[in-house]
């Protein structure tokens, strides 16, 4: 039996990045900006997907850790802060809704689901690609990881999604792609999906336990109709 029992969810917490969209091309291409206004050497796209999924200054340590065997704190701040400026101007010129992310968003508003984006990501350009892909009308609220001091992992903005909106765990379901989804979840207390083609720097979506793994979106809306 599917853990998503969607008929009787009130509440339903989407993870962004490698779950809802493909955004690792504009990763790349902010990072290789990033790394060439710093001369230091560029990187590939594939090696950009293994490396995200786990946040920001994750993703700048382990190219630093690839490009140069080390990392210096000095050089992980410039790099970070060279990036951040360079990717949140621009974050969504490459990046794509995953197949059948849309459909599903569609029947949850048909519905009556409260649906909220819960993302590491900070606020502004999370917000910038769910504008910019035509999502914003399925969202109630889009949480970046700079609302508040704590980010998944930590159950933080998740407790607050159901505090917020009045929901019940029972009555809520998170949906994501990583070990830090996985465990934000069962920290709050609610059941989670995760999908089998995101980020998760590099690491088997299965490793963590997830109750359920899920190959593409339309499986959970097989199951609802």
């Known amino acids: 039996m599917s853990v998503a029992n969607l008929a009787n ?3 339903i917490l989407f993870d962004l990045d490698g779950t809802l969209v493909d955004s690792a091309f504009d990763l790349y291409r902010a990072m290789n900006m990033s790394l060439n ?3 230091l050497p560029s990187v590939t796209e594939q090696q950009v997907r293994t490396w995200i999924g786990k946040g920001t200054s994750l993703f700048c340590q382990s190219t630093l850790q690839h490009l140069t065997g080390s990392v210096n704190p000095v050089q992980h701040h410039q790099l970070l802060e060279t990036f951040l400026s360079i990717y949140n101007a621009e974050p969504c010129l490459d990046t794509q809704v995953f197949h059948g992310v849309r459909e599903f968003l569609q029947w949850g508003l048909e519905h009556n689901k409260k649906m909220i984006c819960v993302t590491n990501k900070p606020e502004q350009p999370a917000r910038m690609i769910v504008d910019s892909l035509g999502l914003s009308e399925y969202f109630i609220d889009v949480i970046g990881g700079d609302r508040f001091e704590e980010r998944k992992p930590h159950p933080r903005q998740l407790l607050f999604c159901m505090q917020q909106y009045q929901v019940a765990p029972a009555k809520t379901l998170m949906i994501g792609d990583s070990s830090n989804d996985v465990e934000a979840a069962k920290c709050a207390g609610i059941d989670c999906i995760v999908v089998s083609y995101g980020y998760n720097h590099g ?15 339309t499986e959970l809306r097989t199951e609802s109709f």
């Open 9 to 11: 969810r009130e509440l």
């Open 37 to 39: 206004a710093l001369q």
């Open 203 to 217: 690491e088997d979506i299965h490793a963590c336990q997830p109750q359920q793994v899920i190959d593409d979106f």
